[in-house]
């Protein structure tokens, strides 16, 4: 069983910038990815950013490049998305998930997540 709690949500103007954590606990040894979904009111979830364990190599949503930065910490066992010039369109529900059979842009599948936290919410005001 794996556990994911997320951290560091709230409110921000825009311009403003927040680090969201991911902590993992549990039987976290088969994972392949962490990655960062988000939904808005009445939207579907989407990806946001993924990081892959092997090698920390990452991948990003076209809307958040050059704003977001995914990174992880070993030895806290913990991913990071650390957001800068936020939108007020970046308003949502941000989840982290885990992946222990991803690939490639499959990361940025949601149905390939195993694992889901229970999400945070991040609100950027006009």
């Known amino acids: 069983q794996v556990q994911l709690v997320e951290s560091g949500g709230g409110l921000v103007e825009a311009g403003g910038s927040l680090r969201l954590s991911c902590a993992a606990s549990g039987r976290t040894f088969s994972t392949y990815a962490t990655g960062w979904f988000r939904q808005a009111p009445g939207k579907e979830r989407e990806f946001v950013a993924v990081?892959?364990?092997?090698?920390?190599?990452?991948g990003y949503a076209d809307s958040v490049v050059g704003r977001f930065t995914v990174s992880r910490d070993n030895a806290k066992n913990t991913v990071y998305l650390q957001m800068n010039n936020l939108k007020p369109e970046d308003t949502a529900v941000y989840y982290c998930?885990?992946?222990?059979?991803?690939?490639?842009?499959?990361?940025?599948?949601?149905?390939?997540?195993?694992?889901w936290g229970q999400g945070t919410q991040v609100t950027v005001s006009s």
């Open positions: 998930a885990l992946s222990n059979f991803c690939s490639g842009t499959g990361c940025y599948d949601r149905r390939k997540y195993n694992y």
């Open positions: 990081i892959r364990w092997s090698d920390h190599s990452t």
